[in-house]
């Protein structure tokens, strides 16, 4: 029974659209009709609601609104005309004038500011870390050499958004996914090798402020500000082998692999980072853009929770792992697709 009924809603919530869409389309031949006939008052019998839906096209709005423009300022209404011209700025708000248009026309465009006011940018991109020491504290460093940080290649992705104070100036927040890792090789008991090759589950909160300029088209900026990290998770393949094929691989009594082994315990939760970002964006159509961003982290908390660093037995006795007290530094190079909103007014 309850799938009748769902299917009886459907069927007259498509019915009523039908209906209302071809009431929309009638309406749009009448007004043309009336305009070229020079009925003017007939235009007043418009329905607006037929702007707010899909029953139009965006040129169709376009056109309609064009032409109760021109019948205002036709019948010198001012207040009409500059209503309507409110409405096709939203509809449309990357009109161009066209070489037809009344010089009243174009005068009353020309009078409305139309600036961004909401950016949304959604990014995907690939980083790189590298990971200074601030301390060493591994069983190597004291034995031999110390360790070797090698940054691996991660990727970072999520939304960014912009709000505009002024069209030159902007303040963001976001939220990012990233993914990032690093390989470290540690000489231990002077013929023995321990791998570590942890990865980090991060969520950034970038915020900040972007100067920027537009030129035909494009859009460049540069910004600043502070991005924070909450570790949601870092997991490592642990490893150890030979320095030489003189010695036996391993050592007695331990695993010589250990995959996806969970090390968040010994890594701070919360961190933070200074930020400074630039690009470049293009328009592509009705409020897209395209965008390419270059941005750079500079890490400013120790990434080691230092409570907990000698408490994971399974690092210390079965891979004589202590690590090192380091920071994060990140770059991450990011393509996206932007979403513009814009502030119109008088």
Same mark, same amino acid.
């Given at each position: 029974m309850?799938?009748?009924?769902?299917?009886? =809603?459907?069927?007259? +919530?498509?019915?009523?659209?039908?209906? =209302?869409?071809?009431?929309?389309?009638?309406?749009?031949?009448?007004?043309?009709?009336?305009?070229?006939?020079?009925?003017? #008052?007939?235009?007043?019998?418009f329905d607006k609601d037929c702007l707010k839906g899909n029953h139009l096209s965006k040129n169709e709005k376009s056109e309609v609104l064009r032409l109760l423009i021109d019948a205002a300022i036709i019948e010198n209404?001012?207040?009409?005309? +500059?209503?309507?011209?409110?409405?096709?700025? %939203?509809?449309?708000? %990357?009109?161009?004038?066209?070489? +037809?248009?009344?010089?009243?026309?174009?005068? &009353?465009?020309n009078s409305f500011?139309? #600036?961004?006011?909401?950016?949304?940018?959604?990014?995907?991109?690939?980083?790189?870390?590298?990971?200074?020491? &601030?301390?060493?504290?591994?069983?190597?460093?004291?034995?031999?050499?110390?360790?070797?940080? *090698?940054?691996?290649?991660?990727?970072?992705?999520?939304?960014?958004?912009?709000?505009?104070l002024k069209d030159f100036a902007s303040v963001?927040?976001? =939220?990012?996914?990233?993914?990032?890792?690093?390989?470290?090789? %540690?000489?231990?008991?002077?013929?023995?090798?321990v791998e570590i090759n942890e990865t980090y589950h991060l969520l950034n909160i970038p915020l900040g402020v972007k100067i920027s300029k537009q030129i035909k088209g494009y859009e460049s900026f540069i910004g600043g500000?502070?991005?924070? *990290?909450?570790?949601?998770?870092?997991?490592?393949? &642990?490893?150890?082998?030979? &320095?030489?094929? %003189?010695?036996?691989s391993g050592i007695p009594g331990i695993p010589e692999f250990a995959q996806n082994y969970n090390t968040s315990s010994i890594r701070k939760k919360y961190t933070k980072s200074w930020l400074i970002l630039g690009g470049v964006s293009r328009k592509i159509g009705?409020?897209?853009?395209?965008?390419?961003v270059y941005q750079f982290e500079y890490g400013l908390n120790n990434l080691v929770n230092v409570n907990n660093r000698y408490k994971d037995e399974v690092l210390i006795n079965d891979?004589?792992?202590?690590?090192? #007290?380091?920071?994060?530094?990140?770059?991450?190079?990011f393509i996206g697709i932007s979403k513009v909103i814009y502030r119109i007014k008088e």
């Open positions: 309850n799938k009748w009924k769902i299917t009886i =809603v459907l069927l007259f +919530t498509l019915f009523f659209k039908n209906v =209302v869409g071809q009431d929309c389309y009638q309406q749009v031949e009448n007004i043309k009709r009336a305009y070229y006939n020079g009925n003017f #008052d007939e235009l007043n019998s209404n001012q207040k009409a005309a +500059t209503e309507n011209m409110q409405l096709l700025l %939203e509809v449309n708000p %990357e009109l161009t004038i066209r070489s +037809t248009d009344r010089a009243a026309f174009i005068e &009353l465009y500011k139309i #600036d961004q006011k909401i950016k949304f940018n959604f990014q995907i991109g690939s980083n790189q870390s590298d990971y200074p020491i &601030l301390f060493y504290r591994s069983i190597s460093s004291i034995t031999s050499e110390p360790g070797n940080y *090698q940054p691996d290649k991660g990727f970072s992705s999520g939304i960014m958004v912009d709000y505009y963001f927040a976001g =939220v990012l996914f990233t993914s990032t890792s690093y390989v470290e090789r %540690e000489e231990i008991l002077d013929y023995q090798f500000g502070v991005s924070f *990290q909450y570790l949601q998770k870092s997991f490592a393949d &642990l490893s150890h082998f030979p &320095l030489t094929n %003189e010695f036996v009705n409020s897209l853009e395209v965008n390419m891979y004589a792992y202590v690590s090192d #007290d380091f920071k994060r530094n990140m770059s991450t190079f």
